[in-house]
C-alpha cells in the first residue's frame, strides 16, 4: 500500500486511538476511513486518512463521505424519535393508524415499536424485486402494505435489513407529508450542521469514496442460510457496486442509502448522547432520547440465528455485543461503519470505511478504536 495520510486530531490522551487508527490504514486492514468520539459534547477524536477508491488515486480527505449501508438505521430512528418527542408518532399505535393500506393480510395490529425493532414479520419481500425496484419508493413500500407477515409480529425479531426504512420512512411521510431523508435532512442533519445524506445530490457524487466488496466467500447472502435469512439477503442481493450509481445514491433507501463519515455519524449522535442537546442546538428531550433504550424484543433473531436485544430502532447492550455502560446502544452496517452511543458516558462514537469486510454490525477495526476511547485513562 501507498504511503498513507493521516488527517484530523485526537487528544493528547487518546494518542494510543490515532496509533491503532494508522494501523489499520498501514497493514491494509482499512483502505479508506474516518473514525470520531465526542465526550460531554466535544469532539475529542476526529481523524480521516487512506484513500477513496481501490487504484489509490483519490485520498481520503476531511469531507469524502461514503455509503454506510445499516449505520444510516441509526438516522431513521432518530427521525422517529424526534417525531415521537413532538407528539406526532406514537409508537404503541398501530402502523395502520396513520398508514391504513398497511393493515392488509392480518397487519392491523402490528404496531410502529415492532416496525422499530425488527418485529413486524416483513424481514423482506414475497415478490421477486430487483435492487433498481428499491429506488421506487411507491412499489416496495406498496408490496410490503400489501403482504402477510412471514412470522407472528411482536414475537420475535427478525432483522429487516432493507425493509426497515421503508416501513418506518413511510409512517414519517404519512404523518408529515415529506420523505424521510427530508425530516431528516430538514430536522436533524441541517439545524446540526451534519454532513449526512439519505438521497444524496449530483452535486455531492465527486466526494463519495468507492466501497470495496468484502472477500469472496464472505459476502451478505453467502454460505448456509436459512429460508428467511436468504430471502431477506437476496432479494435483492446486495450489489455493492450499485452504491457507485446515480439511481442508488439518489434514492431514499433510509435502511441502507445513507452517505457519510464518522464526524457526521458522531455528530449526530451527540444529540441522543447529551439528552437531547448537539452543537447547542436541542433536537429532541432526554424523555425522549431515552425512549430509544427501551427494550422492545429480546431472543434468537430469526434472521441473525443469535441472540440480540432491541430497543426502539438501535441494538441494545447483550452478550454478543457487551458494552462498557448499560445505557448505551448501537448499530453497524454492512461492510464494518458503526454507531455508538452511551448515554452514561455522555460518548457518541462514528465509524466509516470503504473496505468491506463480512459483517454486518461492526467488527474489530471499530470496537478497537472505540475501546481506545473508553479505556484511556482519565
Aim: proline share 5%; aromatic share 8%; net charge negative.
Amino acid at each position: 500500500m501507498a504511503d498513507v495520510t493521516i488527517g484530523g486530531f485526537a487528544d493528547e490522551k487518546f494518542a494510543g486511538v490515532r496509533e491503532a487508527f494508522e494501523r489499520n490504514l498501514s497493514t491494509g486492514a482499512d483502505l479508506g476511513a474516518s473514525f470520531c468520539a465526542t465526550i460531554e459534547g466535544e469532539t475529542v477524536v476526529d481523524l480521516w486518512g487512506g484513500w477513496a477508491d481501490a487504484e489509490q488515486t483519490r485520498p481520503w480527505v476531511q469531507d469524502t463521505i461514503v455509503n454506510v449501508y445499516s449505520t444510516t438505521k441509526t438516522m431513521t430512528a432518530l427521525t422517529a424519535l424526534v417525531l415521537a418527542d413532538r407528539g406526532l408518532l406514537d409508537f404503541d399505535a398501530p402502523v395502520a393508524r396513520y398508514w391504513p393500506e398497511f393493515a392488509a393480510n392480518g397487519k392491523a395490529g402490528v404496531k410502529v415499536s415492532h416496525l422499530m425493532s425488527h418485529a413486524a414479520g416483513l424481514s423482506g419481500w414475497k415478490e421477486t424485486i430487483t435492487t433498481e425496484d428499491l429506488y421506487d419508493w411507491d412499489k416496495v413500500t406498496g408490496l410490503l402494505a400489501a403482504q402477510a407477515p412471514y412470522w407472528e409480529p411482536g414475537t420475535a425479531s427478525g432483522y429487516h435489513a432493507l425493509t426497515q426504512g421503508y416501513l418506518v420512512g413511510e409512517v414519517v411521510r404519512r404523518i408529515t407529508g415529506k420523505s424521510l431523508g427530508t425530516v431528516f435532512r430538514e430536522e436533524i442533519a441541517g439545524p446540526l450542521g451534519a454532513d449526512f445524506h439519505i438521497g444524496l445530490p449530483a452535486g455531492e457524487d465527486a466526494r463519495v469514496a468507492d466501497l470495496i466488496p468484502p472477500p469472496p466467500g464472505q459476502a451478505l447472502g453467502d454460505g448456509d442460510q436459512s429460508e428467511l435469512s436468504l430471502n431477506m439477503s437476496r432479494n435483492p442481493g446486495a450489489d455493492v457496486m450499485a452504491t457507485r450509481t446515480r439511481g442508488w445514491r439518489g434514492a431514499e433507501i433510509p435502511a441502507a442509502n445513507g452517505q457519510g463519515n464518522a464526524r457526521s455519524i458522531a455528530q449526530i449522535h451527540t444529540a441522543l448522547a447529551n439528552g437531547g442537546t448537539a452543537n447547542g442546538v436541542r433536537i429532541l428531550s432526554e424523555a425522549g432520547c431515552r425512549k430509544a433504550l427501551e427494550q422492545q424484543i429480546e431472543g434468537v433473531d430469526l434472521i441473525f440465528n443469535q441472540p440480540a436485544r432491541f430497543g426502539l430502532g438501535f441494538g441494545l447492550p447483550s452478550a454478543t455485543v457487551p458494552l462498557p455502560n448499560p445505557n448505551s446502544m448501537f448499530w453497524g452496517g454492512y461492510g464494518g461503519s458503526l454507531a455508538v452511543i452511551d448515554m452514561d458516558a455522555r460518548t457518541s462514537f462514528g465509524y466509516a470505511m470503504n473496505k468491506m469486510a463480512g459483517t454486518t454490525t461492526g467488527d474489530m477495526r471499530a470496537m478497537g478504536l472505540l475501546m481506545g476511547v473508553w479505556t484511556a485513562p482519565g
